[in-house]
């Protein structure tokens, strides 16, 4: 990599800190800082929704299956599609009505205080391990693509993320997900057709690979895998707290619901251009072996990108990928401080609040890069993340979403469903194995992981309906919520122009690379500065809109 490209990098990285850092003012109460005042524009929240969900995995992950396997890479992918437009139909705009700032906090309103305890207990401990998997991917790509020790990687990028989301708060990271949304789309529409081009053309990528590479499913990833996964898709994009925040953070029910399905929309297209460069490599180079595949889409981007553009691609990467951690980072730090620390000093000022929320993300970073460190010895990240996901997720979120439209659960049974599941899943990954060695495929361990809480749920309604009882905290939760204020003590307006402002000035600077870049292109100049002035049209078209 040449003094280009690292310059390059070093202006990426220098202009999403700067936005980052220039909401340094805004989160002067809870609701300001973590949920940027419960009133985003649904395109914001529903392009960080996608951003957040797909850069943990989609360089790394679905990059390394992308390689190893071909088209099943992007058959996983377009089950999170599905998800998102039943999520938009049905569940975001429940979550929205709930009026809680967290999901945490929904689960108090509607369950119990105790019950919300456990899971966050749960849910911390899960976010830790989740973030470090985030992480690492990150490190990853700058090894892959600089050479840097993969431990100095985790240790300087995770300070880094560490910060502007501590300073920023929500905002922060919405804004820093919209402007790697436009980077990322702009630089792979470039990487693909060059990558096509390195090979000969489209004929000869069909004719040289391999001859299973275009088949949707295979035997690790079969037709039951992708429906077990898709239901899990379903319950983590519905569910997880963090996801969650952005269905609760826009001012409507209708806007939650435009949040979801421009996540589903985008989850049908993008898997088609995201996976095609790791696929292309494969043809280029057949001889990656073990995990050395997490790497197949960097070294296609090494391949063909132009001088400077390997260094923007890489930028956006990083920071898209690690758009994962911020989201999580931000929730988890606002579930400790309104969540627990307000409970037990409930008469605590917003601006000390505020303080002890960042102080609960700086430990909460650090124990992140601790994880992201020990990865390598799990197995590898492929392995981490389908792991999490079979554990966790339809234990951890199909419950509490299932009480947002049920009233006969109580806090008993939906926690009896989790810790009944967690406990079967792990029985299973980890003992079963070693004491009848019965050892679960990956599709059998999914289907186990969204199947047990499914049961479990509708055995429960099966009682309710033939012993009906009258749940008192329900009606409770149903008075709550119509007591709730929706009046805002933020500026949301001038907060979501600011907002828009700063992403429109990022995307025009971001063209201005480009199109200067293109000046320094041996091949495909042209191309390359098209890109570049058409992303920089667009971030002027972004700021005259919302200077008033």
């Known amino acids: 990599m040449g003094i280009t490209d690292v310059s390059v990098i070093f202006i990426f990285v220098l202009l999403i800190f ?10 002067k109460n809870m609701k300001s800082y973590f949920s940027a005042g419960g009133a985003l524009p649904w395109w914001m929240s529903g392009l960080s929704l996608f951003m957040s969900f797909f850069s943990a995995g989609t360089f790394v992950v679905w990059g390394a299956i992308a390689y190893s396997s071909g088209w099943v890479a992007i058959s996983i992918q377009w089950t999170m599609c599905i998800s998102g437009l039943i999520i938009g139909f049905v569940i975001a705009p429940k979550w929205q009505k709930t009026k809680a700032i967290t ?38 790509i700058v090894e892959v693509s600089t050479g840097t020790p993969i431990v100095a990687s985790i240790v300087g990028l995770g300070i880094l993320i560490l910060i502007y989301t501590t300073v920023g708060g929500l905002w922060a990271v919405i804004v820093t997900d919209v402007l790697q949304f436009v980077v990322l789309t702009a630089v792979v529409l470039i990487v693909v057709p060059l990558s096509f081009d390195k090979i000969g053309g489209i004929d000869a990528f069909i004719s040289k690979a391999p001859d299973t590479f275009f088949q949707f499913v295979n035997t690790e990833y079969s037709p039951l895998f992708l429906v077990a996964f898709g239901l899990y898709n379903l319950f983590f994009i519905a569910g997880n707290w963090a996801y969650v925040q952005r269905y609760t953070s826009v001012s ?35 001889n990656l072996n073990g995990l050395e595949n997490e790497g197949a889409y960097l070294l296609m981007c090494k391949e063909v990108l132009p001088v400077g553009m390997l260094g923007l691609m890489l930028g ?44 609960a993300t700086v430990l909460l970073g650090v124990i992140t890069i601790i994880i992201a460190l020990m ?44 810790i009944i ?39 429960y309604e099966i009682y309710f309906m033939l012993k009906p009882v009258e749940n008192l905290k329900y009606q409770e939760y149903k008075a709550l919520i119509e007591l709730k204020t929706t009046t805002e003590t933020d500026s949301t307006s001038t907060q979501n122009k600011k907002g828009a402002r700063v992403i429109g000035i990022g995307i025009a600077l971001t063209g201005l690379i480009i199109l200067t870049l293109s000046f320094l292109a041996a091949t495909g100049a042209f191309f390359v500065g098209t890109i570049g002035l058409l992303v920089g049209i667009l971030g002027i078209l972004i700021i005259y809109k919302n200077l008033k």
């Open 18 to 27: 700067i936005c980052g850092m220039s909401f340094s003012k805004t989160g």
């Open 103 to 140: 999901a945490a906090q929904f689960i108090t309103d509607r369950l119990g205080y105790k019950t919300q305890r456990t899971y966050t207990y749960l849910f911390l401990l899960i976010s830790i391990f989740t973030m470090g998997a985030f992480l690492y991917p990150v490190a990853k």
């Open 316 to 359: 956006g990467m990083i920071f898209a990928t690690s758009s994962s951690v911020n989201t999580t980072l931000n929730i988890s730090a606002g579930v400790l401080t309104n969540d627990i620390y307000k409970h037990f000093k409930p008469n605590t000022p917003e601006r000390k609040l505020v303080k002890i929320g960042k102080l």
């Open 421 to 459: 599941s967690l406990f079967i899943n792990v029985f299973f990954k980890f003992f079963s194995p070693l004491l009848f060695n019965l050892k679960l495929d990956r599709a059998l361990e999914m289907l186990l992981g969204v199947a047990v809480p499914i049961i479990l749920l509708i055995a």
């Open 252 to 286: 409507t029910p209708k806007d939650a619901k435009k949040v979801g399905w421009l996540f589903g929309v985008l989850y049908a297209v993008c898997p088609l251009i995201w996976m095609l460069p790791p696929m292309v490599y494969r043809v280029l180079n057949p």
């Open 375 to 418: 990865v390598p010895y799990f197995g590898g990240i492929v392995e981490v993340v389908m792991s999490l996901a079979a554990l966790t997720g339809g234990a951890m979120f199909l419950p509490p979403i299932w009480a947002l439209f049920s009233k006969n659960q109580t806090g008993f049974t939906v926690l009896s469903v989790t």
